[in-house]
């Protein structure tokens, strides 16, 4: 049982698309974590993940998430920088997921949380192929804002968020300001 999930109260989810229900078919692999839904502690890195999703569109959309913790869950923590750390998420990045798949919810702090997503590829890739020590490699990634991610892998798990009762935040682009209003 985690001391971390039991604290939470809301998980946010930021995203250029509309969606009513969550469908964990549609997880792209190549992740972090690997397949899975993915949130955020932290509304404002949520605000930031869905305007940097927004590319040319000029609107995206914050859901939060009321979270209750269920005992019994299969999952796994990942609080700490260190090699079993990058070494996770270097596989799973790889769609090398089979350890990924074990758990329902996964969790950690942020790997790389600046908006140049290239240097993490860059630094997994040069670490993946031994041009760089797990050292050199975690200090590079390694980020001090509070920004961490949580994976809900399965649907058990997915019914730690109730979707029924999300709050909906549409964040839109005018004269190329964001400005933002309540929709849910």
């Known amino acids: 049982m985690s001391y971390f999930l039991r604290k939470i109260k809301y998980l946010y989810h930021g995203t250029n698309k509309w969606f009513e229900m969550i469908d964990l078919k549609k997880s792209r692999r190549a992740k972090d974590f690997g397949p899975g839904f993915y949130l955020t502690t932290n509304r404002n890195q949520a605000i930031e993940w869905a305007k940097n999703k927004a590319g040319f569109k000029n609107e995206t959309f914050v859901m939060r998430y009321p979270f209750c913790y269920i005992d019994g869950m299969d999952e796994l923590e990942l609080v700490e920088y260190d090699e079993k750390w990058l070494k996770f998420i ?89 400005k933002y209003e309540k929709l849910i």
Not at 98 to 104: C, Q
Not at 151 to 173: G, N, P
């Open 90 to 178: 270097a596989d799973n990045r790889d769609g090398n997921s089979s350890e990924a798949s074990k758990y329902d919810i996964i969790y950690d702090k942020m790997a790389d949380g600046r908006k140049n997503t290239g240097m993490l590829d860059e630094v997994l890739t040069r670490y993946r192929y031994n041009k760089i020590s797990s050292d050199e490699a975690i200090a590079k990634l390694k980020y001090d804002v509070s920004y961490d991610q949580y994976c809900i892998k399965t649907e058990r798990a997915l019914k730690m968020i109730s979707q029924e009762e999300r709050s909906v935040y549409r964040y839109y682009r005018e004269n190329n300001v964001w």
